[in-house]
């Protein structure tokens, strides 16, 4: 987990550099086109599996709601520091909890909304509406965990009927397409050196889910899901250092508590049944 939180700051830190000449949907587009290359070796179960229609429409609707939450991702990164957008994503895990009590049934427990409120009031520490000026990049980011918060519900009906690797590779595909039209919109021919680049977005990207896999295999996500704190703490020291950001206590402050909110929640139903419900915060990255 800790190669994992430092593989996502990776991620971040280069769309960071990047910088906007290149729209976000197209360079959202682009990290997904060219980490397609990472499906070579799941093509054979993917062949092999076969979906119903049913199954087909789950992950094109999965595809389009995380295709929009990359899209708002990719612009907050160039909109606010590095420590909001990870302090924010945070929040995702919480939006599922709630999701998955509206439209699941899901059992919603005094305990679990105590958490959640916590969350929410972790999002007023980071924004502090009313004291300081509230972004268009922080609005992008609240609604990219909402979304990624609805992708990862969709996930839910999947991943009973088909094996992993199927789930992965359908979301690449799916997402790949669905971002296809909003890049020919604002398409700007990118150089070799942009698309060396967001090449290295969708390495670090899949090397980071994959050491995210190992760490599940090797430990509860009730153990895991706290050492993703350190991913705040690194986005925050490579914010100050490479991109003179300065540091915000409250960020790191509200980051904490939303972090608390989702480790609380996800070890009561690591208790309850064994099994995690909330996906863990990092797997709402792209």
Same mark, same amino acid.
């Not at 994503?89 to 005094?110: D, H, I």
């Given at each position: ?114 958490? #959640?409120? &916590?969350?929410?009031? @972790? $999002?007023? !520490?980071?924004?502090? /509406?009313?004291?300081?000026? *509230?972004?268009? +990049? ?94 705040? #703490?690194? &986005?925050?020291?490579? @914010? $100050?250092? !490479?991109?003179?950001? /300065?540091?915000?206590?409250? *960020?790191?402050? +509200? ?32």
């Amino acid at each position: 987990m800790l190669v994992t939180g430092l593989c996502f700051v990776a991620v971040t830190a280069i769309v960071k550099f990047l910088g906007p000449r290149i729209p976000p949907a197209e360079q959202a587009f682009l990290r997904y086109l060219l980490g397609l290359v990472f499906l070579l070796p799941m093509l054979p179960s993917m062949l092999n599996t076969r979906l119903n229609g049913r199954l087909m429409a789950l992950f094109a609707i999965r595809g389009i709601f995380h295709a929009m939450g990359v899209m708002m991702w990719f612009y907050a990164m160039t909109r606010i520091p590095l420590a909001e957008v990870t302090a924010i994503n945070y929040l995702a895990p919480v939006y599922v909890t709630l999701g998955a009590a509206m439209f699941l049934g899901e059992r919603l427990a005094m305990r679990r909304i105590a958490a #959640v409120v &916590a969350a929410l009031i @972790g $999002a007023a !520490v980071i924004l502090r /509406p009313g004291f300081r000026e *509230v972004q268009p +990049g922080h609005l992008a980011m609240l609604l990219a965990a909402v979304v990624f918060g609805g992708s990862y519900l969709l996930a839910k009906f999947t991943v009973d009927r088909v094996n992993a690797a199927v789930v992965v590779g359908m979301l690449s595909i799916w997402v790949t397409i669905a971002l296809a039209p909003f890049a020919y919109a604002v398409w700007v021919t990118p150089t070799l050196t942009e698309l060396g680049i967001l090449f290295g977005v969708a390495c670090f990207a899949t090397a980071g889910h994959y050491t995210m896999t190992l760490a599940f295999a090797a430990a509860p996500v009730a153990v895991t899901q706290p050492v993703t704190f350190l991913q705040l #703490v690194w &986005a925050t020291a490579l @914010g $100050a250092l !490479v991109f003179s950001e /300065p540091v915000d206590i409250w *960020v790191v402050l +509200g980051g904490g508590l939303i972090l608390g909110a989702v480790s609380f929640i996800t070890w009561r139903e690591y208790m309850l049944k064994h099994q995690p419900i909330t996906p863990p915060t990092p797997a709402t990255k792209v």
